[in-house]
């Protein structure tokens, strides 16, 4: 029998008890709850993907038009997608260690422009944490100095950065 190869595909409801998980492992110091999952696959299913590998779920995306300069808090439930979304929001990207150096995260994230594209939207944004600003600048996003978002940015973590990659 052959293996099925990795891939990235569309996270379906039931992923959702693996995606908690791996987020509760992840991202210990960030943590959300199970709503927050539940809600964004509900809003905005097409954003929102696992990475299948060896028939195990080892890393997840989850992503939404939003509105530019205005990331949604951590752990916070947005109730409805705005009617003009002015960017795609990239609210977590999240891998296991034996998925990081695969080549996914690269992967999804092209998939993630393409979908902004398809939406027709001028950027996607999103806030790095735990020094992954190196990761989203070879990806071509940039760091915005954004003194009304520091506030909210301190919630993340002291290093959070909010960044943009323009299309």
């Known amino acids: 029998m052959t293996a099925k190869p990795a891939s990235w595909r569309l996270m379906q409801p039931a ?3 693996a995606v908690g998980v791996l987020a509760a492992a992840i ?19 097409q954003g929102c993907r696992v990475f299948e590998r060896d028939g195990k779920i080892a890393a997840y995306v989850v992503s939404h038009p939003w509105l530019e ?3 949604p808090a951590l752990n916070a439930l947005l109730g409805e997608l ?3 979304p002015s960017t795609y929001y990239i609210h977590d990207i999240a891998l296991l260690p034996g998925a ?25 944004s999103l806030v790095a ?26 919630s993340y973590s002291d290093d959070a950065q909010f960044m943009i990659r323009m299309l």
């Open 100 to 124: 990081r150096g695969s080549g996914a995260a690269a992967q999804v994230v092209a998939a993630l422009i393409a979908q902004a594209r398809a939406e027709r939207l001028a950027s996607l």
């Open 27 to 45: 991202h210990p110091d960030y943590p959300e709850e199970d709503a927050v999952f539940v809600e964004r696959l509900r809003l905005y299913p």
């Open 15 to 17: 992923d959702l008890p």
């Open 82 to 84: 705005p009617a003009a």
């Open 129 to 154: 944490v735990n020094g992954s600003a190196g990761f989203w600048q070879r990806h071509g996003f940039v760091a915005v100095a954004a003194p009304e978002l520091d506030a909210k940015l301190r």
């Open 69 to 71: 300069r205005q990331p």
